[in-house]
């Protein structure tokens, strides 16, 4: 695995981590945060060669400290909040100020924090604290991360696969559609939304046309969800310009591949069979239980056939409700 492979590896597995922080309601956040308080403990030590240890683990709930390392005179905050008042809150507390001689660091697991190292802050003389190099969030990380020898981004990319799972395998590559995936297994799809955005007699009238059956089942399944992952993929093309077309064209692809197949219900559930296999062979893939899979599958392919990617339309049709 070469340089580039391995820090797209780092860079896929953390931006995932922070997107899952962010999914307030979704989860568990209060044990993934403290979660994530190790594994950045573990993460940092062996980027920086730093001996950081959990206080929390010896006093539980140590105001505006979560990580130390008495070794290099360091306290580290780590926190899915990035603002200037909970910098300088943490700041303010007496608790650093009895840490004579410490440099004080603060990590953003979730948030863009380059805002926060234009702001000056109040601390006291007795410890060190630089916002410009002493403010982390994954950007900077990664550019650091970027600039490593090959040997040590090797080293932080095993260390993530035993952390966060996830083989890391020379023969697959990483994919768009296995990233998507990601960011939906951690939503709730038993709840609707109050607003669908699509014309279900026009999906209906599709259906039809194809002379869809046993999919027509799945198609009504999952079609409720069109507009979440309408919202989905603008998220997503945060991340880079194209993402969602990527994905879309892929599913496409493989229904252009496969249209020798003459029935089309056959048809239908073979795209989701192939689009599964290339997720499943996809280097970021974090692997989540089969049924969870195959209903983010059914749910993004039955998408790609609402936006026409997938079979035929018949005339003029139309799937968007007007608002």
């Not at 009238?205 to 309408?230: G, P, Q, S, V």
Request: charged residues 30%.
């Amino acid at each position: 695995m070469n340089r580039t492979r391995y820090f797209n590896y780092i860079e896929e597995k953390i931006n995932t981590l922070a997107y899952r922080i962010n999914q307030k309601g979704k989860l568990n956040v209060l044990d993934l945060h403290m979660h994530s308080e190790d594994f950045y403990l573990h993460f940092f030590n062996k980027l920086f060669g730093w001996n950081l240890v959990n206080l929390n683990n010896k006093i539980r709930n140590v105001e505006a400290i979560d990580l130390i390392d008495k070794s290099n005179n360091l306290v580290v905050q780590v926190s899915a909040t990035c603002t200037k008042g909970k910098i300088q809150t943490a700041l303010n507390k007496k608790t650093i100020e009895e840490l004579d001689g410490f440099c004080f660091k603060f990590i953003s697991i979730s948030q863009d924090a380059s805002n926060q190292r234009k702001n000056v802050f109040k601390f006291p003389k007795n410890i060190s604290f630089d916002p410009e190099n002493d403010i982390y969030d994954n950007l900077s990380v990664l550019t650091y991360i970027k600039s490593l020898k090959v040997n040590h981004q090797k080293q932080i990319c095993e260390f993530i696969k035993d952390e966060l799972g996830s083989d890391v395998d020379i023969v697959k590559l990483d994919s768009n559609l296995a990233m998507i995936i990601n960011i939906l297994s951690v939503e709730d799809w038993d709840t609707v939304d109050d607003y669908i955005s699509v014309n279900s007699f026009e999906i209906d009238r599709k259906i039809e046309f194809n002379n869809l059956k046993r999919a027509k089942l799945t198609i009504d399944d999952y079609k409720i969800h069109h507009t979440r992952i309408d919202n989905k993929y603008k998220e997503f093309d945060v991340l880079g310009k194209n993402k969602s077309n990527s994905i879309l064209y892929t599913i496409r692809k493989e229904y252009i591949q496969a249209k020798n197949i003459e029935n089309d219900d056959d048809l239908f559930f073979y795209i989701v069979d192939r689009v599964q296999e290339k997720v499943i062979n996809s280097a970021n893939y974090i692997q989540i239980p089969i049924e969870e899979l195959e209903q983010c599958l059914g749910i993004i392919v039955v998408d790609a056939f609402i936006r026409c990617k997938i079979f035929k339309n018949p005339d003029n049709y139309y799937y968007a409700n007007s608002r």
